[in-house]
C-alpha cells in the first residue's frame, strides 16, 4: 500500500507513483515534482519541489530502472479544413476532395457564405479561439476577432455582411454579431447561449440559438434583439437547427417523446402554426434544405465513417450521398448550390521524449527512437492504444495494450487500460482477470478496484463487485467511487435506500467532462439512471420518470435505460387506469 496515492500536496494530488531512489520519491501529478518521503511511515517528509513545469506533457511518464532518465509523450491534436465537391448528378455523380488549410492548430464550425464564395471558421481550443474568413477555394486567412476569450460557431447573414458567434468574451456564452470583413465585435447582452455555442442565422432574417439546456431555442431579432422560443412547450434535447429556403419552417434533431412513445430523428416546426412533423428516425443532424425544400441534407452522426444523407420531405427512403472516409469531425456544412461540402479533419500524433537532468537547475530533453529502451515501447504502446481508445477503436486499443503487456506483464497503467478496453466490449471475464493481476500488484489502487467492481458487477456478482468497491471509496471519495457503487447496491438491490444516497453525491461531483467521458467509456454507470432505477425498484414511478426521461435523452443508445424508461412508463399508465 503506497500512502500517498490519492493525496494532495500543496495544490497537487498525487495520481500515481513513478519510481523510488536515493533523491527521494517522483510521483505523476499535474506538474512533475519531487517529495522527501520518511521511509517507515511512506509518508511526506519535507517540502515538494517542482522538477518539471510547464512542459508539453503528454498522458504518459516512467522512469527508468535507475531513476536517471524519465520517459514522457508529447501530443499534438489538430484539425484542417477539406472541401469536398460534387460532379455529376444521381447514379453518375462523382466527388472530388481537395485539404484547403494545413498546419497544426485545431480549425472547428465552418460555414459557407451565402454567395458560397467564402468560409468563417473558428480556429483554437477551450479556453481561446479566434474568428477567421478564407475563400472557399483555399488561400490567405483573415481574422476577425482577437479576444482571449473562445468563441466559436459563426453563422452569416442573410445579404452575407455580417457573422454572429458564440463568445465567452463576458465570462458566460452570448450571442455575438461582427462585420464579415472586420471591424469590433458587438455582444447580444440579454442572449443566453448554450455551452453547445449552437446557431444558426442564413437565409432566416432571425438568428436562431440554442439556450441552456438544450431543450429550446430563441429567434432573436438582430435590430431590436427580442427574443421568443422555437417551441411553445419545449420537451427533450434538440439541437441542429437550419431554417428552409423559404424560411416558413425550421427542421431540427429532436429527442423527444410523443404520446408515451420516443421518436427522436428529424422534425419540421412550422413557424406559421407552430405545427410538428415528425420527418425521419435517427441520430442524425440536419445540415441543409435543398434549395427547391424538397429535401434535407443531414449528417448520419450514429454511423462511423458518418454519412451525409439527403432526405425527402414528403417522405420516403433517404439517399446517401456520400461517407466520409474519416471518423473525426467538429462540423459540417453545405454550399446553398448543394455542390461543396466543407468539414475539418482531425489528426492526433504523438511521440516519446526522454529527459535525461530533469532537476531544475539543469533540464534537458531530447528526442530519441521509441526502440530504444523497452520502457520506450511499453510507453509507445500505451500512448497508441490511448489514441485509439479516445477514437473508439477498443479492439485495436486491446491489441496495443496487449503488445505493452507482453513486455512487463506489471505494468500496472497498461493493465488498467488493457482492463477498460476490455470492459467497453463486453469482454466482462477477460476484464476481471486483467484487474484482477492488476489488484496483486497494487490492491489499493482506486482505479483497478472500480475497474473490478464494474468488471464483476457486469456478470451479476454484485456481492464481490460490492467489496471491491467499498475499497475504492474507502481509498479515494470520488465521483467514480461512489457512481459505482450506487449502481452496485441499486442493480444487485442490495441497498436501494444507500444507492440513492451513492447516486446523489456522484451527481455533485460529476467532472466536467462527464458526457464525454460516458460516451467514451459506454461501460460506465450514469447516477441519473441509477436513481431512475432505484425509484423504479421502489414503485414510486412519478419520481422514477424524470430521471429516466433526463438520461434516455442523454444516452439514447443504451437499451438498459430505453427499457427502464417503458417500464416505468407502463407501470404509471397501469396505476392512472386503476
Not at 416546426?269 to 415528425?278: K, R, T, W, Y
Amino acid at each position: 500500500m503506497d500512502v500517498m496515492i490519492g493525496q494532495t500536496i500543496s495544490h497537487y494530488k498525487i495520481l500515481e507513483k513513478l519510481g523510488a531512489g536515493g533523491m527521494g520519491e517522483v510521483y505523476l501529478s499535474k506538474s512533475l515534482m519531487k517529495i522527501p518521503v520518511a521511509p517507515k511511515s511512506g509518508r511526506a517528509d519535507g517540502s515538494t519541489i517542482n522538477l518539471l513545469a510547464g512542459f508539453p506533457f503528454g498522458g504518459y511518464f516512467t522512469l527508468s530502472s535507475d531513476n536517471k532518465c524519465l520517459l514522457y509523450t508529447r501530443e499534438i491534436q489538430s484539425s484542417n479544413l477539406w472541401l469536398i465537391t460534387f460532379k455529376g448528378e444521381n447514379k453518375r455523380q462523382t466527388f472530388a476532395t481537395k485539404q484547403l488549410t494545413t498546419g497544426t492548430s485545431w480549425m472547428r464550425d465552418p460555414a459557407i457564405s451565402p454567395d458560397g464564395s467564402r468560409i468563417a471558421c473558428s480556429i483554437g481550443s477551450q479556453p481561446q479561439a479566434n474568428l477567421f474568413v478564407m475563400p472557399i477555394a483555399g488561400g490567405p486567412m483573415q481574422q476577425l476577432t482577437f479576444f482571449n476569450s473562445y468563441n466559436a460557431s459563426p453563422v452569416w447573414s442573410p445579404d452575407g455582411k455580417e457573422i454572429a458567434f458564440g463568445s465567452m468574451q463576458d465570462g458566460k456564452p452570448k450571442v455575438w454579431r461582427i462585420n464579415a470583413t472586420g471591424g469590433t465585435p458587438r455582444p447580444f447582452m440579454n442572449s443566453e447561449l448554450s455551452n453547445g455555442f449552437l446557431l444558426t442565422w442564413f437565409p432566416g432574417a432571425n438568428i436562431l440559438y440554442l439556450r441552456p439546456g438544450n431543450t429550446n431555442y430563441h429567434f432573436l431579432n438582430p435590430q431590436t434583439e427580442a427574443e421568443k422560443p422555437l417551441i411553445e412547450k419545449p420537451g427533450g434535447w434538440i439541437i441542429g437547427s437550419q431554417y428552409s429556403p423559404d424560411t416558413k419552417s425550421v427542421a431540427v434533431y429532436w429527442n423527444r417523446a410523443k404520446a408515451g412513445k420516443s421518436m427522436q430523428g428529424i422534425w419540421l416546426v412550422s413557424l406559421e402554426d407552430s405545427s410538428q412533423i415528425f420527418l425521419y428516425r435517427g441520430f442524425v443532424r440536419p445540415i441543409k434544405w435543398s434549395a427547391d425544400g424538397k429535401w434535407i441534407y443531414a449528417w448520419d452522426f450514429n454511423k462511423k465513417p458518418a454519412e451525409i444523407l439527403k432526405i425527402p420531405i414528403a417522405g420516403g427512403q433517404p439517399q446517401t450521398v456520400v461517407t466520409l472516409s474519416f471518423d473525426d469531425h467538429t462540423g459540417i456544412d453545405m454550399s446553398p448550390d448543394e455542390k461543396q461540402i466543407v468539414c475539418p479533419v482531425a489528426e492526433y500524433q504523438s511521440d516519446v521524449w526522454m529527459v535525461e537532468k530533469f532537476d531544475p537547475e539543469n533540464e534537458l530533453a531530447k528526442p530519441i527512437a521509441a526502440l530504444a529502451l523497452p520502457e520506450m515501447k511499453q510507453l509507445a504502446y500505451l500512448q497508441n492504444g490511448w489514441t485509439l481508445f479516445e477514437q473508439k477503436k477498443y479492439s485495436e486499443a486491446e491489441k496495443a495494450f496487449r503488445q505493452g503487456l507482453e513486455l512487463n506483464r506489471e505494468h500496472l497503467s497498461l493493465l488498467y487500460e488493457f482492463g477498460q478496453s476490455l470492459n467497453n466490449q463486453k469482454k466482462y471475464v477477460e476484464a476481471e482477470a486483467a484487474f484482477q493481476q492488476g489488484f496483486e500488484i497494487a490492491p489499493e489502487h482506486p482505479d483497478i478496484l472500480n475497474g473490478l467492481g464494474y468488471a464483476l458487477a457486469a456478470q451479476n456478482r454484485y456481492l464481490d463487485a460490492e467489496t471491491f468497491a467499498q475499497k475504492a471509496l474507502a481509498r479515494d471519495s470520488s465521483f467514480a467511487s461512489y457512481n459505482l457503487l450506487a449502481w452496485i447496491l441499486v442493480a444487485g438491490e442490495i441497498d436501494i435506500d444507500r444507492s440513492m444516497a451513492f447516486a446523489q453525491k456522484a451527481l455533485a461531483s460529476k467532472p466536467a467532462d462527464w458526457p464525454q467521458t460516458a460516451e467514451t467509456y459506454s461501460y460506465l454507470a450514469i447516477p441519473e439512471h441509477t436513481l431512475g432505477l432505484a425509484y423504479l425498484k421502489k414503485g414510486e414511478y412519478e419520481k422514477a420518470m424524470p430521471y429516466l426521461e433526463q438520461v434516455a435523452e442523454f444516452a439514447p443508445q443504451r437499451q438498459a435505460i430505453r427499457e427502464d424508461l417503458q417500464l416505468a412508463r407502463q407501470k404509471l399508465q397501469e396505476r392512472t387506469n386503476q
